[in-house]
């Protein structure tokens, strides 16, 4: 084990479980979208390795099939009528059998064939995407139902999957994924994160912009940018307790959909921009969102919901450019602008190393 799988695992400890009976986590993005988080152990690679140093998607328990269909049938069937679009997670990888049996993932699909949604997105590892789980989705996947496998990828840059997330993933191994759910007829979308630790803000702008290239050329049909949260119970929270890592700029998000192709643009959705302020139970360990002001929160809000509405790669532009341009009474933009205008800078392996032994 690696010194920050150790010191991920130590930022873990004493985190609260799931409290006993909440199955389901449900969250309304869209009037006409809804995620559902189903309850598990947590991911393999945090258990085993202390992967990834953002990441807390929460620690509970394996459901039984029964317990799975009776939470299906009574928390989100009564939504399924305003329903179009459904992403299904767990807190790692939904086709991960760690995490979901082959008996839930069954109940699941059952389930899933009597909801009339125009899309359903399976959250996961490309590790867990197999001809065997892809094809047993298809076989119970409802005619007109566009399946979309969601897989985690972060980065490109590999000096920023191993040394500044301590994420788990062989490029190679999810280009495969990828070519293997275009084979079975579903669609790909790939997690790209913003705001990696140890690189300054133009460095973090820079390998988001040519992770985004990257999942463009290998034939992502679409992305979900996740511009960096600090979650408590991580290192990435321990990093930022101890002065090493700051939030990052709300206004990065914008500037960086700017330099992306209308093409581009219409393939984006955004996550966790600042929407979502608590993970935990009654607002307890709060998390901390990228920041802005109140001179400009209001703003940059009012872009996000257009945005999200908008699909049309034009009008996105079009909002983009009206956002950067709006007038301001604060700061927040201009200093945005002016850190990512400094030259690219990282911290090297062994300072690092350094840092997190020295914590
Ligand atoms: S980001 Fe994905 S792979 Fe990494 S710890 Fe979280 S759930 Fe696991
Ligand atoms: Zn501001």
């Not at 409290?19 to 991911?43: M, N, V, Y």
């Not at 000096?159 to 007829?185: Q, R, S, W």
């Not at 034939?219 to 700051?246: E, M, W």
């Not at 001179?295 to 532009?317: A, M, P, Q, S, W």
Request: include cysteine.
């Amino acid at each position: 084990m690696n010194v920050l799988s150790n010191a991920n695992l130590k930022a873990h400890m004493g985190r609260p479980l799931t409290p006993e009976g909440k199955f389901l986590t449900l969250w309304q993005p869209a009037p006409d979208f809804i995620h559902c988080c189903i309850e598990s152990r947590g991911c393999r690679y945090s258990h085993n390795y202390g992967a990834c140093i953002m990441c807390d998607y929460g620690i509970g328990r394996n459901l039984s099939p029964n317990e799975l269909k009776s939470a299906l049938y009574s928390q989100l069937l009564p939504h399924m009528n305003e329903t179009n679009i459904l992403l299904l997670g767990s807190y790692g990888s939904i086709l991960d059998e760690s995490e979901i049996s082959n008996e839930c993932l069954t109940v699941l699909l059952d389930f899933l064939k009597k909801c009339k949604v125009s899309t359903l997105i399976f959250e996961t590892h490309c590790e867990s995407v197999t001809r065997e789980k892809l094809g047993k989705i298809k076989e119970f996947t409802p005619k007109g139902t566009q399946v979309v496998i969601e897989m985690g990828y972060e980065s490109c840059d590999q000096f920023v999957l191993h040394n500044c997330l301590n994420k788990f993933l062989d490029l190679k191994v999810l280009e495969n994924a990828i070519t293997l759910t275009h084979e079975m007829g579903m669609l790909v979308t790939l997690n790209v994160f913003l705001g990696a630790p140890f690189l300054n803000p133009a460095d973090q702008f820079e390998t988001t912009q040519r992770s985004i290239q990257w999942a463009v050329d290998h034939d992502a049909d679409s992305l979900v940018l996740f511009p960096a949260n600090i979650k408590p119970f991580t290192l990435l929270h321990k990093l930022y307790l101890k002065g090493i890592y700051s939030p990052i700029s709300q206004w990065m998000l914008p500037i960086l959909l700017q330099s992306l192709s209308e093409v581009v643009l219409e393939r984006i959705s955004l996550s966790w921009y600042g929407d979502r302020k608590n993970f935990y139970e009654n607002g307890e360990y709060p998390l901390i969102p990228p920041t802005d002001c109140d001179n400009c929160h209001e703003v940059l809000f009012d872009f996000y919901r257009n945005f999200i509405t908008e699909n049309k790669g034009i009008k996105r532009k079009e909002l983009i450019n009206r956002l950067l341009k709006y007038p301001l009474k604060c700061n927040c933009r201009n200093k945005t602008y002016d850190n990512l205008c400094k030259s690219q800078s990282r911290y090297s392996e062994n300072e690092i190393f350094d840092i997190i032994s020295n914590l």
